[in-house]
T-cell receptor, first 112, second 109 residues
Framework: DTGVSQDPRHKITKRGQNVTFRCDPI?????LYWYRQTLGQGPEFLTY????????KSRLLSDRFSAERPKGSFSTLEIQRTEQGDSAMYLC??????????FGQGTRLTVV | AQRVTQPEKLLSVFKGAPVELKCNYS??????LFWYVQYSRQRLQLLLR??SRESIKGFTADLNKGETSFHLKKPFAQEEDSAMYYC???????????FGQGTRLTINP
């Protein structure tokens, strides 16, 4: 599968623990996006990278959330001191400039 | 603020019947509108975008700026159309998509 890859697919963690998710975009896609999707809702934008630069962050992205794309290829999303409200599907997408966004299959996070 | 509204969470029609999934948006400028689809156990994928004016899998959608709508239509539903459908808006010059809540379409045999 040469599409957007996310790891892990599922993560169960205890409240207060830190978690990190990885996204590998489609090769040569310069744009990378993170979205969050809770039950019964559409995806909500979290943040966006153009190459290695993080160009936009949603107000949904609290201080406990941090995202990086160090070499303009893969990206990581870290959540510190997880809360039950962080339980959601975290989606990554990538695209070329002004082109269709391709989505990964997501990482489902459950905070217990 | 930009917003996308899909008034129907669930829609059920019989095979061969026409389908219309409603989408309304609020944005004062010139938006770009999309329909995304998610089949069971598959990732979210683009179905169509208004600027391409294509018909994909028999689906069409016309942007009506006067009514701020972008309804998705298909004249004859097929069982394989059963899926979750999301309408989304992209603001010119911005990079993010604003999604509606989604409509789960079920096609009954």
């Amino acid at each position: 599968d040469t599409g957007v890859s996310q790891d892990p697919r599922h993560k169960i963690t205890k409240r207060g623990q830190n978690v990190t998710f990885r996204c590998d975009p489609i090769s040569e896609h310069n744009r990378l996006y993170w979205y969050r999707q809770t039950l019964g809702q559409g995806p909500e934008f979290l943040t966006y990278f153009q190459n290695e630069a993080q160009l936009e962050k949603s107000r949904l992205l609290s201080d406990r959330f941090s995202a990086e794309r160090p070499k303009g290829s893969f990206s990581t999303l870290e959540i510190q001191r997880t809360e039950q409200g962080d339980s959601a599907m975290y989606l990554c997408a990538s695209s070329l400039t002004n082109s269709e966004a391709f989505f990964g299959q997501g990482t489902r996070l459950t905070v217990v | 603020a930009q917003r996308v509204t899909q008034p129907e969470k669930l829609l059920s029609v019989f095979k061969g019947a026409p389908v219309e999934l409603k989408c309304n948006y609020s944005y004062s400028g010139s938006p770009e509108l999309f329909w995304y689809v998610q089949y069971s156990r598959q990732r979210l994928q683009l179905l169509l975008r208004h600027i391409s004016r294509e018909s994909i899998k028999g689906f069409t959608a016309d942007l009506n700026k006067g009514e701020t709508s972008f309804h998705l239509k298909k004249p004859f539903a097929q069982e394989e159309d059963s899926a979750m459908y999301y309408c989304a808006l992209s603001i010119q010059g911005a990079q993010k998509l604003v999604f509606g809540q989604g409509t789960r379409l079920t096609i009954n045999p």
